[in-house]
């Protein structure tokens, strides 16, 4: 399928119907909750516990690679992406003091953006920001209910909520920068919070349990960190199912849609704007060729404004 020279789907708008727009518009208003927290943080150069000085790099580093480590599960029209940053945002509560984490993630997301995604600039500004504010949420909730806590199933618990409360502002974020392009927003976030005890619960509540027991024996963090890769492992693949899954739900509904007419021009354009809408294109055409001659019979044109 390929667009006639003479058709062009127009110049992208440029105001506020434009979903780049919005999404930079969000950017923005990001940036007042986000000073809000950093205020509300107590102690924001006073670590909990004592680190080596070497902790803040390694968070830096794990924060990076966990955006080579990144999946994407498909979602109906989009893909929710997935990073394996529970652990080094858990440990980063209990280690680092707040700048230092604030630092850490920040310089490792955007270089490992950069490296391995390598975002348009509007989507990088909006990643960047988003992970601020769900680090900062982290460590407001964790330092303001669960900072005097000694090393205890409590503790452990506190440290999983904040991490899935954070992980979850997160998804929201990001569920809303997708309903600018495809809509829908109530049913994305709705949707970010089943996909809360399938992937964020599991990552939360495995970045505790390598953490916490450091603060007892820095063996027993050891012995928790086996596992993980195992749990990352298992999380992906079931994600990788449930693509497989929406890929064989798409092509069931294509079928259904294009298979209720008989007729050819139905048939044709039926086709177009189902593949308009999973491909999330702002124009298809279709050209439909005389099989003798190899005159052109039609040429059906779609264009979204959604796109």
């Known amino acids: ?47 909990l516990w004592e680190s080596p000085d070497a902790a803040v790099v390694f968070v830096a580093v ?15 029209n989009e893909a929710v992406s997935f990073t394996p ?20 993630r920040l310089v490792g997301a955007a270089v490992g953006m950069i490296v391995w995604r390598r975002p348009p600039l509007f989507k990088f500004a909006f990643n960047v920001t ?43 974020l990001v569920a809303t920068a997708i309903s600018f392009y495809e809509g829908d927003l109530v049913t994305r976030v709705r949707r970010e919070f ?3 005890y399938l992937f964020y619960l599991p990552g939360a509540a495995l970045g505790a349990s390598i953490t916490v027991p450091l603060l007892v024996e820095p063996w027993l963090g050891v012995v928790f960190i086996v596992p993980a890769p195992l749990v990352w492992l298992v999380l992906r693949s079931h994600g990788a199912l449930m693509h497989r899954y929406t890929d064989l739900t798409h092509i069931h ?31 298809v055409a279709l050209r439909v060729f005389d099989k003798g001659t190899g005159v052109i019979e039609a040429c059906l044109l779609y264009t979204s404004d959604a796109a």
Do not use: Y
Not at 6 to 32: C, E, H, K, Y
Not at 133 to 161: C, I, K, N, T, Y
């Open 1 to 47: 399928m390929s667009a006639p020279e003479d058709v062009s789907p127009g110049p992208r708008l440029r105001g506020w119907n434009d979903p780049q727009v919005r999404v930079f518009a969000l950017t923005v208003a990001l940036l007042g909750p986000l000073l809000g927290l950093f205020a509300a943080l107590p102690d924001p150069t006073e670590p």
């Open 253 to 283: 509904d294509f079928s259904s849609q294009v298979g209720q007419s008989a007729h050819p021009q139905d048939i044709a354009q039926t086709a177009v704007a189902e593949v308009a809408s999973h491909l999330r294109a702002e124009a």
């Open 194 to 196: 089943t996909h809360s």
């Open 85 to 104: 940053i529970d652990v080094p945002l858990a440990f980063g509560i209990l280690m680092l003091a707040p700048i230092e984490l604030l630092v850490a």
């Open 130 to 172: 988003s992970v601020a504010v769900e680090s900062l949420v982290a460590m407001v909730l964790f330092r303001s209910f669960f900072g005097d806590l000694e090393p205890s199933p409590l503790l452990w618990l506190g440290l999983m909520f904040c991490v899935l409360v954070a992980l979850l502002i997160g998804g929201v």
């Open 62 to 76: 794990a924060f990076a690679l966990s955006e080579r480590l990144v999946f994407h599960v498909e979602a109906r």
